[in-house]
């Protein structure tokens, strides 16, 4: 009777072993996988989104080079009409490690003493500049309507540029680039770089 005892009492820590075993493995498998499952909908967690410190940056200023900020079709009582360049701004973020710039830009196109209504095409040029050797590393050119209504003698147009991109080296871009604008007048060529700022 005593050894049947003893094979009873053996079986219990054997059954009660192996169900602290079955329970630490639910818990650390079994359990984990439902608790990923009831949290993010799926058995495995999503990637920890890493915390990486958001750069600031100094935006460059903007310049109008000279002889780009108004273009006249015609000269005293011959004016037909003049298109000019109006208020500007100009925004940056870091994206990939790149200052993406936007440019705002707006302006007017003006009807002469030979001029009157009509539909105008405006090339306006924006660009980024490299200060070290005054190139002029990425730009576009847009095509901007304005039309002067009959009886009228102006009308107004506006843009904001494409993202242009240029490398991040250090917050203070401003030392290291320079936002152009102007009238496209060479078909197409970048405007010539000064040193004039706006």
Not at 76 to 87: E, N, P
Not at 139 to 166: D, H
């Amino acid at each position: 009777m005593l050894q049947g005892f003893q094979v009873n009492k053996l079986t219990k820590h054997i059954v009660a072993a192996a169900g602290a075993l079955l329970l630490a493995g639910c818990n650390s498998t079994t359990g984990s996988s439902i608790g990923n499952l009831i949290a993010f909908n799926s058995t495995t967690p999503p990637p920890v989104q890493s915390m990486a410190k958001v750069d600031k940056v100094e935006c460059p200023s903007i310049d109008v080079p000279e002889g780009t900020s108004n273009v006249r079709m015609g000269e005293g009582a011959s004016l037909r009409h003049q298109y000019s360049l109006g208020d500007m701004s100009r925004e940056c973020t870091i994206e990939n490690g790149q200052i993406a710039i936007r440019v705002g830009v707006t302006g007017r196109v003006l009807a002469g003493p030979a001029g009157g209504a009509g539909s105008f095409s405006v090339p306006v040029r924006v660009g980024i500049r490299r200060e070290s050797d005054q190139k002029i590393v990425t730009s576009k050119t847009y095509r901007l309507a304005a039309a002067i209504p009959a009886g009228g003698t102006q009308a107004s147009f506006s843009v904001v540029s494409e993202p242009l991109y240029v490398p991040f080296t250090r917050e203070e871009a401003n030392e290291d680039y320079m936002v152009v604008v102007g009238f496209d007048r060479g078909g197409g060529a970048a405007p010539k770089a000064t040193r004039a700022r706006r």
